[in-house]
Each structure stands twice: as structure tokens, then as C-alpha cells.
């Protein structure tokens, strides 16, 4: 992984430094409110319903151990204890008290990390594939790219007061695992007709009141044109975009307002004035970044490991698990294991002191010291050997962490919800629960395949519930919670956005339209199609019916 | 009103601001919004002294960056805090060219001064009520950076 040089580390600790002064400030009343808002966020501190909330920023989800261990000292010390991973694969703390964020950014800067941009109207932190650099499917590993993008944002000069926000997902794998279509830009590495390795460049995807899909502005730039065509694409949003309205103001309103093509056209204006200039990026630099992500040094004796077989087949718990939350290694003898962040009766994401301290032993002793976030808000230990695959197991099933549930109905991403964010207009975890409790037969949950339900507290869409293959949305209606469900959605290559089914359903009624949902999906679906393809065949009618007509 | 020039407070400022067609003196150094300017651009030229231009997010620049020479100044205001329009501003009128002197007005934040100055201001006009000496500290508050900047294009990899 990338390591601080002594300019990393002094812009970290320079900005800690800065920060500190900054709240001195505001505490002293010399720093407006506003002033101040826009500080604070842009250095990840919400103020949230109960306490400030502090986002810290996991760059494209890649975690050491130190750095875990990090964590687990500040919610112990700083926090009640736990910490939320969320869907930019960054983790957040719920109860900081605003005059102990600038400590916690001093020691957060001790095992390089940091919480810039985690917030406010600027470039967020990049995410990618959480298997990057070990999926089979890749063309090429995408982290390097994260890297520079990551450099390139950071305290960039001229787009720290854009519009709104701004995020950016990287994909080396024609498998999409990082929502790239819904992100404001989307880099896909891709071979062109020359055989050549750049990126398709999408750009105006995004959730929030305005789901949008991004559409392609080039099939193909060369690497060394990436940043030019970036700062291109963002001078032209920064000059544009609307700020008279900040529900109008992402990129995707601007795209949709002038066409792809028109939008097209003045990046290509722009780009002509910078593609030579100093952006333009050099094969040195291109080869010092990814100097940090060659492969690890594997155990070429790895493969020969049988016991992983007599462990699978003596062992069911093991075994399902096994198939459940483990992703295919391009060494062979080696295996990715996904981290459930999503046991029974804990909010999707959570993750205590101790087991974020219990995954940084796991990471140390069988995963080469490190460990990746995902959007699903799970964690992975990318590089754990077969042989050692029944010890992780173990460990992880003692901490609550082995939940054999990835990419079932239960992997839900949820966002905080009214319990702890002052944005949101419902309450998320008591849902989740009851859909847990609900849904508590794994063989059933197998049965009914790969499904990805998403729940959102409010509009602005934190949970993603608009690429959910169910997507869940919590409204207010006259003070009571009621939650409109989506069918139909997907955040992978074939990214969709869900249909609604109908008028929101009361809080006490939602697993039970989700038990619905399912019964029809599992009465006219066809072998091997998921949820999401039989909605996709047949149409919202008739899950409609099944859930609307009991009613009447 | 209090001004930074080159990062050092300012006293006299030379600039005459003039908003209003009606009022337009005869002889001074002015400083005209650019729409005034482009109305009144034949009176405004004859008169005796230098002029400047404000400009601003909603202007179209073309025809400030065909004649950016006869601009010993221009000011690029920025009507909110949140507005960052101006940065970018900056950033097209330095890659021109332009030499003189770059102006945020508009009440630009402490906070905000050490980013202007990397896209190319380097002068600052503050209300009384907000500034203070305090205010020259924040240029070095951060003193390395990824990117290039106006005076120096190179990223920091490309620096030795």
C-alpha cells in the first residue's frame, strides 16, 4: 500500500495544525458559523443529532493493521466504543467532542490518516474494488490510479468550494464492485482497439433526490491524460454547475441540463488548453505509485495445501461460510475473505474497539498487514492462504464477524438513520432488525440468491436504496415513519435504478411486503436469475399485486 | 477598506470603484464592473487614468482575456463564501497571461487565502469588521502541496 514520504506526512500534520487552529477559533467566536461549517466539513466533522460526528477517510478502502488498531484506540478513547464503515468505505465516529477532534486528527496523522475531504463541496475519496490487485477478473489494478487521483484532490486549490460534493470510482475489472455508474465520475480501465490500457470516462451518475445513471463522455483516454481530463471535467463543473439551489447543484443536473454532447463539448474546449501542460503524467510517476501495490511475495507452496478440502468437507458451518463470504484469488492457494460487518442484531457497519483490533491481528498474522473496506460496508482480508482460511474463520466467528451472509438479502447497506443523523426523516437500524429477525433462515436466504437490499433514513440516498435490487426509503408522514420500497435496482455493470412498487408501506409492515416480494420472486423466476433479472423480465405488476392486493 | 498586496497589508488603495454609469469621473484610476466596462468601454478608455475590471462567475471572460494587457488589474469577486466560481476564474486569467494585479473581492475568507493565492491572486480586500493581522498567518498554514499553482505549474513530484 501507498506509504507517506516526508511531504505526505507534513501535508497531514500541517492540516492537523491548521484544523486545530481553525476550532481554537470558532470556540473563541472568531470564526462565523458558516465559515466554520465549511471547515469543519471539509475536514469530516458533522454536527449530528446527539454530537459531532467525525468521518475519517479510509483512501479507496485500504487499511493496515496500525491503522486499525488506530481506530479501535480512538473509539475506545475519543467514542463510545464503535465506529460505522460507510458506502465511500470511510469509517465515522458518533460521539467526539468537537474540542478533541483536532487530538484525534494528531493521532490519526501518527499512522498516516487523515479526515480530509470527507465531507463538504469537494473531491471525496476515491473508492474502488475491494478485490482490486487479487481479482482474476482484472485487466489491471486500480489502485495506483486511486493513488494519484488521491494526490491530485487532495487541498487542490481550486475545487474546494464546488458546487457540491464530488466522488470518483476507479474499476480495473469488468465486474463492476464499486458502484462506479452512480458516482460523478466513472473511470473504468479498458483495453482499446490498440490493446492499449485507459480509462472510459463516465461522468453525472449519482443518487441522492435525483438518481442518475453516468453516461460515457469518452470511450478511451490514455493514463497519462487522466488528470488533465479530470481538472477539465471539474473547471468546467466548478464554472457552471448551479448554486442556487443545493439540490440542483451536482454534476448530473449540469449534464442533464446541457446534454451529454454539449457538456462534452466544453471539456474537449477546456482539456485542449491543459492536455500538454504539466498534468499530463510521467512514466516515473506512473511507476512510483505503483512501486506501492506490486503483488505480495506468495507462498508458491500455497497451492499444495489440502487441507482446506478435508476442513470443508468435515466441517459444514465452515464450509458454508466458505462459499458464502470468500472471493476467488488470482494465486492460486490463495483465497479473499469478506469481513461480515452485518451480524444479526448489530447495525450494518458497526464495528467495535476490539473487533477492529481483532481484524488488524487477523490482517498481521495471515493477510500481509492489511485489510480494505467495502461499500457494502463489510471488510475483506484479500490475501489469506487456503491453509489458513479455517484459523480466520474461527477467530472471526468468536468476534461476531463470520455471518455467512454476503451478498444475501441480510448483507443490507443501511445508512445511520434518525437515530443518529440529523438529515434523515426516518429511522433505518429498527428496520433492519425486524428484517433480520425476519429473515433468519439462512438456507431460505440461499435459496433466494445473490440480492442486494439498500436502506436510506432520507432522500439523499446515503444507503443507496435506488440501486438496491430492493431498495427501502424511509419517509415522514405526519411524524410517523412509513417506508417506500423500490424494486429492481443494481450498482454493478448492469447498474439500474429500482422502479417503485407502490405507496410506502407503515414501519410495522415492511418485512413483511419484503416476505411478499420474495414469495412472488420465487414463483415465476426461472433457473439462475436473480431477483433483479426476474423484475427485470416481468415487470414491477406483478410483485405489485402480490403486495397490494392482500391489503384490500 | 482593509487590503493584502504580495501578502503585505496596503494602506492607500489607488482603485476607485465605480458602479454606476451616471457617475463616471473624468479622470482617475477606476476600477468597473465588467459590463459597465464593455458599455461604456470608448468613454472609459479616453479618460485619463488606468482601468480595472471586476469580474465575476456569471461573466462570459472572452472579452477580458482578448485585451488582458490593457488591465493593470482585475478583480474577480466572490459573492459568497461557498461561491468558489472565483478560483477557477483565477486560474483561466493567470494561464492567459495575465501579469498584473489579481484581486479577490467580495469579502474572501481567511480560510480560503492560501488556496486563492496557489490559483494566482495576489491581492485580498476584506471588510473591517472581519479582518485582521491574523489573516497573514494563513498563507503559510499549509506549505507543501500535491499540485502545481499559478507560479509554479509543476505537480510536487516534478519539483526537485
Request: aromatic letters at 8%; hydrophobic letters at 40%; charged letters at 25%.
Amino acid at each position: 500500500m501507498y506509504i507517506y514520504n516526508e511531504v505526505d506526512q507534513k501535508i497531514v500534520d500541517e492540516r492537523v495544525e491548521q484544523f486545530r487552529d481553525q476550532t481554537r477559533r470558532f470556540l473563541a467566536g472568531e470564526l462565523s458559523d458558516d465559515e466554520f461549517l465549511a471547515v469543519r466539513l471539509m475536514n469530516g466533522l458533522y454536527i449530528q443529532r446527539h454530537a459531532p460526528m467525525l468521518r475519517v477517510a479510509i483512501p479507496y478502502g485500504l487499511i493496515s493493521s496500525p491503522q486499525l488498531r488506530k481506530l479501535g484506540h480512538i473509539a475506545r478513547k475519543y467514542d463510545k466504543g464503535y465506529g460505522h464503515f460507510t458506502t465511500r468505505t470511510n469509517i465515522q465516529f458518533n460521539w467526539p467532542k468537537l474540542e478533541e477532534v483536532p487530538d484525534i486528527l494528531a493521532e490519526l496523522a501518527e499512522v498516516q490518516m487523515h479526515a480530509i475531504q470527507t465531507s463538504g463541496n469537494c473531491i471525496r475519496n476515491t473508492t474502488t474494488d475491494q478485490f482490486a490487485g487479487v481479482t482474476p477478473d482484472e485487466l489491471e489494478d486500480p489502485r495506483p490510479w486511486c493513488e494519484i487521483i488521491r494526490q491530485w484532490s487532495t487541498l487542490h486549490p481550486e475545487f474546494a468550494y464546488l458546487p457540491r460534493k464530488f466522488k470518483i470510482a476507479v474499476t480495473g475489472s469488468p465486474k463492476d464492485r464499486a458502484a462506479s455508474q452512480v458516482h460523478d465520475i466513472g473511470l473504468h480501465l479498458v483495453k482499446n482497439d490498440a490493446g492499449e490500457v485507459g480509462f472510459e470516462v463516465l461522468v453525472g451518475g449519482g443518487l441522492g433526490r435525483t438518481p442518475v445513471i453516468g453516461k460515457q463522455i469518452r470511450p478511451f483516454i490514455e493514463k497519462k491524460d487522466l488528470l488533465s481530463y479530470l481538472e477539465a471535467i471539474l473547471r468546467v463543473y466548478n464554472l457552471k454547475g448551479r448554486r442556487d439551489n443545493k439540490y440542483k447543484a451536482r454534476i448530473k443536473i449540469l449534464v442533464e441540463a446541457m446534454g451529454i454532447d454539449a457538456f462534452r463539448d466544453e471539456v474537449e474546449a477546456e482539456w485542449a488548453n491543459i492536455r500538454s501542460s504539466e498534468l499530463v503524467l510521467t512514466d516515473a510517476e506512473i511507476e512510483r505509485v505503483k512501486g506501492f501495490f506490486q503483488p505480495f511475495e506468495y507462498d508458491a507452496d500455497a497451492a499444495n495445501d489440502t487441507s482446506l478440502q478435508q476442513k470443508l468437507d468435515s466441517d459444514e458451518a465452515f464450509r458454508v461460510w466458505y462459499e458464502r463470504n470468500t472471493h476467488n484469488h488470482k494465486v492460486p492457494g490463495y483465497t479473499a475473505v469478506v469481513v461480515s460487518l452485518k451480524p444479526q442484531l448489530e447495525p450494518a457497519g458497526d464495528i467495535t474497539d476490539l473487533q477492529l483490533e481483532v481484524v488488524a491481528d487477523l490482517a498481521e498474522q495471515y493477510s500481509f498487514g492489511q485489510a480494505r473496506s467495502t461499500h457494502e460496508q463489510n471488510l475483506v482480508l484479500a490475501d489469506v492462504k487456503n491453509a489458513d482460511l479455517y484459523a480466520v474463520w474461527q477467530k472471526l466467528a468468536e468476534h461476531n464477524m463470520a455471518r455467512p451472509n454476503i451478498n444475501t438479502l441480510t448483507d443490507m447497506i443501511v445508512c445511520p438513520g434518525f437515530d443518529f443523523c440529523g438529515l434523515a426523516n426516518a429511522k433505518t437500524l429498527n428496520i433492519a432488525e425486524q428484517i433480520n429477525r425476519a429473515f433468519d433462515d439462512l438456507d431460505y436466504l440461499y435459496d433466494l440468491g445473490e440480492i442486494r437490499l439498500n436502506m436510506s433514513g432520507c432522500i439523499n440516498a446515503c444507503g443507496h436504496h435506488h440501486i438496491g435490487a430492493i431498495g427501502i426509503l424511509g419517509v415522514d408522514k405526519k411524524g410517523e415513519d412509513w417506508y417506500q420500497i423500490t424494486i429492481g435496482g443494481s450498482d454493478r455493470e448492469d447498474a439500474s435504478l429500482g422502479k417503485v412498487l407502490g405507496k410506502a408501506v407503515a414501519a410495522d409492515d415492511v418485512a413483511e411486503t419484503l416476505k411478499k416480494l420474495l414469495e412472488t420472486y420465487v414463483e415465476v423466476r426461472t433457473e439462475e436469475e436473480r431477483f433483479v433479472d426476474t423484475v427485470r423480465r416481468v415487470g414491477v405488476a406483478p410483485f405489485k399485486e402480490k403486495v397490494y392486493a392482500a391489503a384490500h | 477598506m482593509p487590503l493584502l498586496i504580495d501578502r503585505k497589508p496596503v494602506t492607500d488603495d489607488r482603485w476607485q470603484l465605480v458602479e454606476d454609469a451616471e457617475s463616471l469621473p473624468a479622470s482617475g484610476d477606476l476600477l468597473v464592473p465588467l459590463a459597465l466596462y464593455l458599455e461604456h468601454k470608448d468613454a472609459l478608455t479616453a479618460q485619463s487614468g488606468d482601468i480595472a475590471v471586476r469580474v465575476n462567475g456569471d461573466d462570459d471572460l472572452t472579452p477580458v482575456l482578448e485585451s488582458l494587457d490593457s488591465f493593470p488589474m482585475i478583480a474577480v469577486e466572490f459573492p459568497a463564501f461557498r461561491d468558489g466560481r472565483g478560483f477557477s476564474l483565477a486560474r483561466i486569467l493567470r494561464r492567459a497571461g495575465f501579469n498584473g494585479e489579481l484581486r479577490a473581492v467580495g469579502n474572501p475568507a481567511r480560510d480560503q487565502l492560501g488556496y486563492m493565492e496557489r490559483c494566482g491572486f495576489n491581492a485580498y480586500e476584506f471588510s473591517e469588521e472581519v479582518y485582521s493581522d491574523d489573516f497573514l498567518k494563513a498563507f503559510e498554514e499549509i506549505s507543501v502541496h500535491y499540485q502545481g499553482s499559478a507560479d509554479d505549474p509543476r505537480p510536487i513530484y516534478l519539483q526537485s
